[in-house]
């Protein structure tokens, strides 16, 4: 019986040949001719090698010249030319052997070098010791960070609060932590060199908006709400985020937070609040944009924000609903492989929140110090002062260009080096050029802190002033 099945076949397939159109055996017969040559034929050629001498290895080793392995830097570069600090960065500061107003530390609340803080941190550091030599989830969680994460969710009115040992690290990591590949994310254009790394490690989709405007956040959400109609599959999977900071490192504007939320709710997107330079600052007790504006906590997703600046240490933390927090314990990067944050700073920062409940005027006091500085650098011949007037880091730009940023910079640093011989201590605001997304203008940073009295804001804008009439004019 197989034989017979074998032959039947063998009968079918010649039938089949007989019937075949002759084009359709011309193909295949091309096509069986071209695979017997590739099977029987060298893919390529051996080249004749010709052996050097000793003598010309030698030459073309010498002659060879290595890339570098970075490009080269001018000895004048600002990041190899920089100022040396002697002693607490407080309100008066040594920099270089000279001693100098502080307008360049973000030290808001003067808390960097208050005796109480510096109390609570030496008893903690004999306590605890120096480090801790591990990250929270292997033997680096001490009893001083649960304490402080559970004041700052008190103090925020949130469910639950993390803490990171490094500011910039915290919302680098968070962001990562939520958003993936495909999630959309809206950010605005001014966003701080943090959040541009954190979206650079999420690897979603970025769509970047006009700086507070949010009528082309709108028509960017309307374009997306209409692509999520022609693919509702791939709408359903898909996340969508708005990341702002509240007050804006690089401009020192806010954000529009009421319109924010309502746009959150039309187009069902969630908002991270990046706060580092709005928490202790704005609000009647110092939580920020959202107690400014008398928004509801719960309405934004998660709130960000260092430790940095008000609270005077190191670090930073997240805060919002507990199980969006609890993600970031087993996401956030900065939180699983950093070591955790030293209990020394932990301490400190406990106390500068008792400090700062404890004296709710101080965040009225550095308002009106604010506008003090900002109203008196109003018609500085040639800057223009960019910046909320309540913001307590806003920034000078040359009004006219030169048409060169290298020569810009030049000019402010005039400005800078001069105040800082009459004993006012600015900076210039620095940026990876290459790296950033949207580099900003040249500025000179100008910090406010509440310790700076009436008549030294006084004499800083003044001598401000003169500095820009006689170099710029």
């Not at 090698?49 to 010309?56: F, M, P, V, W």
């Not at 309100?91 to 030290?107: P, R, T």
């Amino acid at each position: 019986m197989a034989m017979v099945g074998e032959q039947w076949v063998l009968v079918e397939m010649v039938q089949a040949l007989y019937e075949a159109p002759a084009y359709h055996l011309i193909l295949e017969g091309i096509l069986i001719l071209w695979i017997i040559r590739l099977l029987f034929s060298k893919t390529y050629k051996l080249q004749e090698r010709s052996d050097l001498t000793a003598k010309e290895k030698e030459e073309l080793i010498e002659e060879w010249q290595p890339e570098p392995l970075v490009p080269p830097v001018p000895k004048d570069h600002p990041a190899l030319n920089y100022n040396i600090v002697s002693g607490p960065p407080g309100h008066k500061i040594v920099v270089n052997g000279k001693e100098c107003i502080n307008f360049a530390s973000f030290n808001f609340l003067g808390l960097l070098d208050n005796a109480r803080v510096k109390e609570a941190a030496l008893a903690s550091l004999k306590k605890y010791g120096v480090g801790t030599c591990g990250p929270r989830g292997f033997y680096g969680t001490f009893d001083v960070h649960l304490e402080l994460e559970e004041r700052l969710a008190k103090f925020m009115k949130t469910e639950e609060a993390i803490i990171y040992s490094y500011g910039f690290a915290t919302i680098a990591s968070a962001i990562p932590a939520y958003s993936k590949r495909g999630d959309i994310v809206f950010v605005d254009k001014a966003a701080c060199f943090a959040i541009q790394k954190g979206l650079q490690a999420s690897r979603s989709d970025i769509k970047l908006f006009e700086h507070n405007d949010m009528a082309h956040l709108e028509c960017l959400l309307k374009e997306q709400e209409i692509e999520d109609q022609k693919n509702p599959r791939k709408a359903r999977v898909t996340r969508r985020f708005i990341v702002v900071e509240g007050l804006y490192m690089n401009t020192g504007s806010i954000c529009p937070l009421p319109e924010l939320v309502k746009l959150k709710y039309k187009y069902k997107a969630r908002i991270f609040l990046e706060e580092s330079l709005s928490f202790g600052v704005l609000g009647e007790h110092g939580r920020g944009v959202t107690e400014h504006f008398g928004i509801n906590i719960d309405d934004i997703d998660l709130i960000s924000a260092n430790m940095e600046n008000s609270l005077a240490s190191i670090g930073g933390f997240c805060c919002g609903r507990s199980f969006v927090i609890d993600h970031q314990r087993l996401s956030g990067q900065g939180y699983c492989f950093s070591a955790s944050l030293p209990p020394l700073l932990a301490a400190a920062a406990i106390e500068a929140l008792n400090i700062m409940e404890e004296n709710p005027d101080i965040f009225q006091v550095l308002r009106k110090k604010c506008k003090q500085i900002h109203k008196a650098l109003q018609g500085t011949y040639g800057l223009k002062v960019v910046g909320e007037s309540f913001s307590p880091a806003f920034h000078l730009q040359l009004e006219e260009s030169t048409g060169s940023r290298e020569n810009d910079i030049k000019l402010l640093q005039r400005i800078v080096d001069q105040c800082m011989n009459r004993n006012i201590a600015l900076t210039q605001a620095h940026y990876l050029e290459k790296e950033e997304k949207n580099l900003p203008l040249p500025s000179i940073r100008i910090v406010v802190t509440v310790e700076q009295t009436e008549k030294e804001l006084e004499k800083a804008a003044s001598t401000i002033k003169e500095a820009a009439q006689s170099i710029l004019s």
